[in-house]
């Protein structure tokens, strides 16, 4: 098994949208860096305000399934889960 990496954004339709990542975000960052096989975990504003770049390292694919179950169930995934994700996920 390899490492996973995943690139992409997450786009939001709208400012309200925007504000939901605004306001998770930190603690998704900190719940997502302090988990087993996390190796980099970043997500940032664009230029754009309603796009979000993200690049996201774990060790292997079961860090990486193991940190998917956990967002879906989170506060994160829930305030977020209708806000567009155009990601690619590869693995080395």
Known sequence: MGVIRLTGQLVCA???QAALV???LPEHIRLTRA???CLSF???QSVDPLVWE???VFSDRTAFEAHQE????SA???ATKGIERQYVI???
């Open 14 to 16: 709208d400012e309200a």
């Open 22 to 24: 605004a306001a998770h």
């Open 35 to 37: 988990e087993s096989g």
């Open 42 to 44: 970043e997500v940032r």
């Open 54 to 56: 993200v690049a996201e």
């Open 70 to 73: 956990r967002t879906a169930a």
């Open 76 to 78: 994160w995934g829930q």
């Open 90 to 92: 590869t693995e080395d």
